[in-house]
């Protein structure tokens, strides 16, 4: 089905064909939602913005564009106002019928993409032995998120976890483990290395006070690149420590994604080098291999380098993504690869698009997207820590988000006199601890810094996840009370909307598609929370005692109707919660 923007913005294309011919058949109408519903629901700025061109005024332009509209079947008649604004209201026997239409479905009325892509987002990426941080808690979350909304509309998509597993730390790493752990190289399970990170800490510490260690370490670097047996298999043993570590929060998010690491694009290094020398852009500085960035200078305004191979033959982080671009290019065949990381890596991805599209490795068809996003904070408004001041390791974050949401629900329970089994607690505080985790985290522009605060995400007041659960819920609990079977309502089900509060829901329920396809494009997952929040509102609203319409005890042929929306809107609900990765609680 196409949304009601796509419709209205087709009748525009043959109207400004019928009034100014063919030339114009392919103008953007320049339509937006009304920004106040005084004016209607849609409005269209087309007239001014010809104004120059035609050499008309805006008003006679917006005349002639209204003569030729045939919206008959979508809106009242259209109004020009103003300087030649033309406003648009929707007719409710228009929305009555987009709202059957979309009932029927389970996509509610979203259509899948015409032509999918092959996708690829490479996202959450933490390192091997190092924290992962809050950072790449961001990453996770929106990534996911992006992944789900593309998924959804059909595309292919890749998920991508670009584990840093490789580098010059190993070396010390697996030099430490040789003298702290023997066995562990020997016995297979024999190894607990329990705190990876502090682990770490210990084998950096050797590093940097013996001069003996230090040379092992570098050994270590040279066998594990050369492949040597016992290297690697420490190098494995690492990996899979902090691999497990991972995992337990991957499983608590609910987050798939597909490892491959750095350490996977290793044999496709040198190639990398070779043919940046080959194309004309390599220049030996000082005994490092790079290529001078166009538009990236020093203080003194030289051309910056980016490194590609050091002198002592390694090679960077930047290296490794260019060889990730080669292959997710050739081998991956993706039209579109999008990178999900804080803003802070804005130059590392510019300046790798850069050297990549000079060398000729992306075709002029495959976009490539980097998606920052800003820091998380503390109440302080300081970097987010512990209050000894460590990082905030992500167990434990979100150990505490479940924790409190467990203690908010036993005291609302109490409060209400009810008594729930130990299994409904758990899976209830598990759902809104991180639900109000991550729906803090997308509900912000994710350009922007915010201030992490457990007290805000799990209010049950505001744009939160729980406000947006308990909107669900509360929809579920009119079904039992009524003992409504939402499914049964029946396809044929008529919607009748005449109440001003029903007005509102209906046209705010059949913005969903608009919506998605803003987020499909401009990858703001904030867009998709506001929308929802806004439709829980509309819903309360609806459902007011004394602002609203009653449901339940309504007559027919308006009590079924109203059911109808009740049910839209938790479908809604749950696909577009859904989307951002939360799940629905039946009951909370
Ligand atoms: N491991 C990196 C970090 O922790 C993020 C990797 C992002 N992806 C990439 N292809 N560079 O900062």
Redesign the pocket.
Known sequence: MNSTQEQLRFKFQQALFAAFGADYAEVDPMLVSASNPKFGDYQSNIALSLAKQLGQAPRAIAQQIVQQLDLNEICEPPEVAGAGFINLTLKPAYLEAQLSAIQTGERLGIAVVKEPKREVV?FS???IAKEMHV??LRSTIIGDCIARILEFRGHDVLRLN???DWGTQFGMLIAYLREAYPDALITANALDLGDLVAFYRKAKQRFDEDEVFRETARQEVVKLQAGVEDTRRAWQLLCEQSRREFKVIYDLLDVHLIERGESFYNPLLAAVVEDLDKKGLLVEDAGAKCVFLEGFTNKEGQPLPLIVQKTDGGYN?ATT?LA?LRYRIEQDCAERII?I?DAG?ANHFAQVFQVARRAEWIPNDVELVHVPFGLVLGEDGKKFKTRSGDTVRLRDLLDEAIARARADLESRLKEEGRSETEDFINHVAQVIGISAVKYADLSQNRTSNYIFSYDKMLALQGNTAPYMLYAYARIQGISRKGDINFKQLGDDAKVYLQHETELILAKHLLQLSEVITSVEQDLLPNRLCEYLFHLSQKFNLFYDRDRGVPVLTAEEPQRTSRLVLCDLTARTLKLGLSLLGIPTLERM
């Open positions: 490479d990426s933490p390192n950072g790449h670009h584990i840093g982080y993504d990730a990178y990381t890596q």
